[in-house]
């Protein structure tokens, strides 16, 4: 814990995380919103590929910092993973030495100057995101031979060896159980907290009653999401009794096609926020299988927070300590037979209050509390 307690801190973010609509950014930005409602002085540091400055940030930190990230083959530096060398830049370096404050670091992405000399006598904390090196090798293992598949191997040898170089961390922030305690076991001597994913709701604020339609929503560009939604659309929909909704942004042409020769399945394409808050409200079942076991799905906290009734694989929970807020399915068959059996169940109040019970060590609030304590940082 830093030696004197302040409200002021430094996170640097892989990315500028505003708007927040992706799984980083909204676990980055609502994370922002919180600890600036518990008083926290934050200055954030951003680095940028393609995403515009937000002013919205500046809202929320006392001050805000730009840096182009390295890509293509000038963001190479081995034996370093790319995600890692290509997000260096020694402004970062002299902004951060302005003065003692802590540092998060989100992400084993920005850690490039973690174990620099200069930064020896500062408490250093790290959100982890996913294990990164079993993130990467799970996207090699869904695509093609290739240089994609080549970049995928060799990021996840590199990033491997890369987690063995952390003992600079004094605190790791894990989103997963699973990962906090893949962390503890290499770094005994650090803080290790579970924090699950920070999102954009305070409350539960699911609905009683009955929906009229099924859904599976996220990215739908991202390999993960493309195969789930694919796995939903050829085995499960043709047998479902209510039609699947597929929702998210930049769909893959694949599921685009899918969903036109479907007569249960129908896309909607890029909604807004009001439009995918309002499909998340009032369907009766969200679908969420994964086929990767990677980080916890911010997918998932929102069914809870703003849906019925959901039904998830096992890869789903992977590390959320959230079983019993769920129905369990494996198989095709499973997914066809709950959902079906779900129909003409209503959602109740009683299922609503348990809900909140389960979900409530899982709120904004709290988790910065949790955060704000370790970095020994003065509340409001």
Known sequence: MPASPSNKLHIVAFDV??????????????????????????????????????????????????????TGLNGLRPP???????????????????????????GIHTCFYLNHQALQNRFKALRIHNIEHQY??????????????????????????FEMKLQNVQAFFALSKTDSEFFRAIY??????????????????????????????????????????????????PSLKMRLVVAGKSPHPSIVARCQESSNGELVADPDEARMEQLIRDAHIHVLPTFQTSGMKLKLLHALYGGRFVVVNAAMLHGSGLENACIGAQTAKEFIDTCNGLLDKPFTEVDLEYRRNVLAGYGNLANSGIMMDELGLERQ
Do not use: W
Not at 210 to 234: I, Q, R, W
């Open 17 to 70: 995380p505003y708007p927040a609509d992706y799984g980083g950014a909204i676990d980055v930005y609502y994370k922002l919103a919180a600890l600036h409602r518990k008083g926290c002085a934050i200055t954030l540091h951003c680095f940028e590929y393609g995403r515009p400055h937000a002013a919205q940030l500046e809202k929320l930190c006392s001050a805000v910092h730009y840096y182009p990230r390295i």
């Open 80 to 106: 370093l993973p790319y995600i890692v060398s290509s997000r260096r830049n020694g402004e970062l370096m002299k902004n951060l030495l302005e003065d003692d404050a802590p540092i998060l670091f989100e």
């Open 136 to 161: 990467y090798m799970q996207l090699a293992g869904g695509v093609g031979f290739g240089f994609r598949k080549m970049f995928f191997l060799q990021e996840a040898r590199m990033l491997k060896a």
């Open 188 to 237: 005994p001597d650090a803080v290790h907290r579970f924090v699950s994913p920070f999102h954009r709701h305070d409350v539960v604020e699911s609905t009683p009653g009955m929906g009229a339609f099924c859904l599976y929503h996220g990215n739908l560009s991202h390999p993960e999401n493309v195969t789930a939604a694919k796995f939903l659309l050829d085995e499960v929909v």
